[in-house]
């Protein structure tokens, strides 16, 4: 589903303008995106949960040459899918 999509979907089941529901869906996107980049934890019960994790530098290898390679440490959005997503997923 595209996000033009989602847009369309969302304004019929909410029964709004397609130009509300993408300023809604903008909205949306800003404020999930400020909260993790502020290392904020976001919860949305029966959707998913994202947070910000922190990777440890680690050796890897190029995968064109084999020549080892440092990874540096870097942080990382981790997000979980809720036992409800799942459940309907599965289904």
């Not at 019929?12 to 290392?39: M, R």
């Not at 019960?45 to 440490?73: D, S």
Request: glycine fraction near 6%.
């Amino acid at each position: 589903m595209t996000k033009s999509e989602l847009i369309k979907a969302i304004a019929k089941k909410a029964s709004l303008t397609e130009a509300q529901t993408n300023e809604a869906v903008k909205g949306l996107t800003d404020v999930i995106t400020e909260a993790l980049a502020q290392g904020d934890k976001i919860q949305l019960p029966g959707l998913f949960t994202a947070e910000v994790v922190e990777r440890p530098a680690r050796n890897g290898r190029n995968p064109r040459t084999g020549e080892a390679m440092e990874i540096p440490a870097h942080k990382a959005v981790k997000i979980s899918a809720s036992s409800t997503l799942k459940k309907a997923v599965s289904e």
